[in-house]
């Protein structure tokens, strides 16, 4: 199929997720759409990016997620969709759980071949997350094609980060086709210091940043965070019909571990728990919808479970071992970080020392502060009075840099 032809295909495949009201538990399969004015996302809106990929070499940054969607609510990859069209993908770079999504958190993913295509894939999560410039040789173009949730923990902005300094120092243009965020609505949490970066984190920015993916590489860009102050040439194909407020009902868990919109909007206040001895559903199919571990006494934390390896998580906390904690499965998920939690599991643990055991704690924070705040036991409320200055800060410059209301 020509590119003459871009409008002929949208007309087969070209409809959006819906906006509709999520649904807390139901699994992330298909979508489902109740509104006239669907969200369409950028994969879908080829008319705007299929003529810059005209005649050009391309690499795309890609995961389970990347799709194009079709009116009955299926879909098809956003690779598979391009080859079809005869756009010349010399290679897909694969981020934090793999192309397919399937690896554990935090596992390291091997490059390997595409099966279904036979195009190279390569692992920016594995012994290099940035492109090499011998990986991006012969390419005219990256297309970064991947569905965020809006946490700063959350991987794939750090992925995106490494992707466009990358292609700044070689002069290699990158295109995003974005996505909504589901937790677009509020900013909130506290602002990493840069001191405690990493790819948990790389930019000052508070907990959740309240911007798009395509919002966040402009914002890298304009405020000149990448390394040398390097500046990508960045090309945004926005959603439609889409606003900060409106509400996303995600039809591909993004990753193993959130399995539903009440795992995704309960992930910036439960992944803290990551840097904690504390299993935050790991090993079971509630992942980030409750929490627990052995040794929290019963009458204060009645809910119990028993975490067992499952699909991505091979190894989870407590494994095999009954835990004692609380269940939010069906609560109304806050739009708010909600420190209550994490306090309670605390001040719970007998033997303090061991709760923050590892020190990632400080890199999911984005600062030692929180950790120390929690020890000298201010309360959620006093902790959270610290932030607003961070907040009000980083709003202003986040204004600069919104597509959509």
């Not at 439960?270 to 052995?294: D, K, V």
């Amino acid at each position: 199929m020509s590119f003459k032809n871009t409008f002929l295909l949208l007309f087969f495949v070209a409809i959006s997720c819906g906006n509709n009201q999520p649904k807390k538990n139901a699994p992330l399969t298909k979508t489902e759409t109740t509104s006239e004015e669907k969200i369409i996302v950028g994969a879908n809106r080829m008319e705007e990016y299929l003529p810059l990929l005209k005649n050009k070499k391309v690499g795309i940054v890609a995961n389970q997620t990347s799709v194009v969607f079709r009116k009955d609510g299926s879909y098809s990859h956003l690779v598979d969709t391009l080859k079809s069209l005869n756009v010349d993908i010399k290679k897909i770079f694969s981020p934090e759980h793999g192309f397919r999504g399937k690896a554990d958190a935090g596992e390291h993913v091997k490059g390997n071949i595409d099966t279904k295509t036979g195009l190279e894939i390569v692992s920016l999560y594995g012994k290099h997350k940035k492109p090499a410039p011998g990986q991006l040789q012969n390419l005219d173009v990256v297309v970064f094609d991947i569905q965020d949730v809006g946490v700063r923990f959350y991987t794939y902005t750090s992925t995106l980060h490494l992707v466009m300094e990358a292609c700044a120092e070689n002069n290699v243009p990158v295109i995003v086709l974005d996505r909504p965020n589901p937790n677009a609505s509020y900013v909130d949490g506290p602002t990493l210091e840069i001191e405690h970066a990493s790819f948990l984190g790389k930019v000052p920015i508070p907990l959740v940043y309240g911007l798009t993916i395509g919002e966040y590489g402009k914002m890298l860009n304009g405020e000149k965070w990448l390394e040398n102050g390097v500046k990508c040439d960045l090309t945004v194909i926005p959603n439609k019909n889409y606003n900060h407020t409106s509400a996303y009902n995600l039809p591909i868990r993004p990753s193993p571990n959130l399995p539903n919109d009440q795992s995704i909007a309960l992930y910036p206040s439960l992944g803290f728990f990551e840097g904690t001895n504390i299993n935050a559903g790991r090993g079971t199919e509630f992942q980030f919808q409750r929490y627990g571990a052995p040794w929290f006494n019963k009458e204060h934390f009645p809910f119990s479970y028993t975490p067992k390896p499952n699909f991505g998580s091979k190894n989870p906390k407590h494994d095999g071992k009954l835990c004692y904690g609380e269940d939010l499965s069906n609560i109304d998920a806050p739009k708010a970080v909600n420190l209550e939690w994490l306090i309670k599991a605390y001040n719970g643990t007998e033997d303090k020392s061991e709760f923050f055991k590892d020190g990632s704690f400080t890199l999911h924070a984005g600062t030692e502060k929180l950790r120390k705040q929690i020890e000298s036991g201010l309360t959620s409320e006093e902790i959270r009075a610290t932030w607003k200055t961070d907040l009000d800060a980083f709003k202003k410059i986040r204004e600069k840099y919104l597509i959509y209301d």
